[in-house]
């Protein structure tokens, strides 16, 4: 296997729903039976959702014998204790969970996460075998001063310092513009090629180049069946986090079934 088809194979396309606080119980659980009957065995695209806490359980019952991955959206660092609120990696274990959103900008910019949480959330999320998202991106504000490559550069080193070499390919970044989550307004393909590289560069600085070429860079903010395909035929995009348009299986099922 040549080196490019390896880091394909490596690097299969990515189709995560972020379905925040939204839906109900039963909307949920509609919504997870769509994707089980339509999707394949799942072996050109990965897809799964990250569900509200209190659905996981149900989710992960219907989802059941299907490849879709089930994801929580957010985990704390510590594996029990007095964290009134909050949920421990092994609770998610516990409900069928195999993967995790951290640091995704709501949970920075309105619960005020800080920065220095991610590493550690990463670190408890891998010690439980749980494959952590870390999200990342600037604000409008950020990106108007020149900051974009200082922000994600950041970002990523800080989170990513709890992390071994060997460990990496079992994590995921999603680059996600603060300006361009359910704000309508998607960054170009320019931009995501320039920021998925420098977030890539960061990766190959930490870990060097052969793992940096097969880790995965998800584009997140406004992702819709119109937009999907420009995005992905970006070379450093391997795939989109999808949050407006992932409620409801007519507007998701067009972007999992995007045509390459
Ligand atoms: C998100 O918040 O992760 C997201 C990408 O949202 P939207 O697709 O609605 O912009």
């Known amino acids: 296997m040549s080196q490019s088809e390896d880091s394909s194979v490596l690097r299969k396309p990515y189709i995560a729903a972020n379905w925040k606080m939204n839906l109900d119980r039963a909307k949920a659980l509609d919504l ?3 994707l089980k009957a339509r999707l394949g065995d799942g072996d050109d695209r990965e897809v799964a959702v990250f569900a509200p806490f209190v659905y996981l359980a149900d989710v992960a019952a219907v989802s059941q014998g299907s490849p879709i991955g089930l994801g929580a959206q957010n985990v704390h660092w510590e594996k029990s204790g007095a964290f009134t609120g ?5 609770m998610l274990r516990d409900v069928g969970v195999d993967r995790v959103l951290i640091g995704h900008s709501e949970r920075r910019q309105i619960f005020l996460e800080k920065e220095e949480w991610m590493g550690r959330k990463i670190r408890q999320a891998l010690d439980h ?4 998202m870390l999200c990342v991106g600037e604000t409008l504000d950020e990106r108007k001063k020149g900051k974009v490559a200082a922000v994600l ?4 080193r800080s989170a990513l310092d709890w992390v071994e070499a060997s460990e990496i390919h079992r994590l995921c970044i999603a680059y996600e513009p603060i300006w361009a ?4 307004e998607v960054a170009t393909p320019d931009q995501a090629s ?3 590289s420098i977030v890539r560069d960061v990766i190959a600085d930490m870990f060097g180049d052969a793992v940096a070429g097969s880790f995965r860079v998800l584009y997140g903010g406004s992702v819709s069946k119109d937009n999907v395909r420009d995005l992905m035929s970006v070379p450093d995009v391997d795939g989109v986090l999808v949050g407006g348009a992932s409620l409801k299986a007519e507007t998701f099922l067009p972007i999992i079934e995007y045509d390459r």
């Open 153 to 156: 550069r950041r970002q990523v």
């Open 194 to 196: 320039e920021a998925h």
């Open 86 to 90: 909050e949920t421990s990696a092994p």
């Open 32 to 34: 997870t039976k769509t």
């Open 129 to 132: 075998d749980i494959l952590p």
């Open 181 to 184: 989550i359910g704000t309508g």
